[in-house]
């Protein structure tokens, strides 16, 4: 089995230069011992003390270099300007109220 560890503190912080080695043994292993199927690798990352809906330390988008899943399905969950933008993009969207509506239905 080639399963990559990190440390024992990796929950709480991964330096760049663990991560780095860690999915550079990734990519060699991979070409080592070629599979007959896609390989994957998932990161999760967690922000303490953050709230979306106040902070917007973080915003805009990046554009994946390969397709994730092909039959995958999305739905933009938003205000009325970002369902105007996913409308515009081709993009099925629900906005809040339409969620609560929902909600109160299925009651």
């Known amino acids: ?4 560890r990190f440390p024992a503190l990796a929950m709480s912080k991964i330096s760049i230069q663990s991560l ?6 990734i990519l060699e292993r991979s070409r080592e ?9 998932e990161l999760q990352i967690a922000l303490k003390d953050y709230d979306p809906m106040r902070d917007k330390r973080f915003a805009g ?14 739905r933009v969950i ?5 369902c105007e933008r996913a409308q515009r ?8 109220e339409d969620l609560k ?3 109160k239905s299925k009651k």
Do not use: W, Y
């Not at 089995?1 to 990559?4: K, L, S």
């Not at 011992?33 to 690798?41: D, G, L, N």
């Open 61 to 74: 988008t990046i554009t994946l270099p390969h397709v994730v899943r092909p039959r995958l399905r999305v």
């Open 89 to 96: 993009a081709g993009i099925p969207c629900s906005s809040v």
């Open 20 to 25: 780095t080695t860690g999915i550079a043994q």
């Open 78 to 82: 938003g205000d009325a300007m970002d």
């Open 33 to 41: 011992k070629p599979r007959k199927f896609v390989e994957t690798v």
């Open 101 to 103: 509506r929902l909600n």
């Open 1 to 4: 089995n080639a399963h990559i």
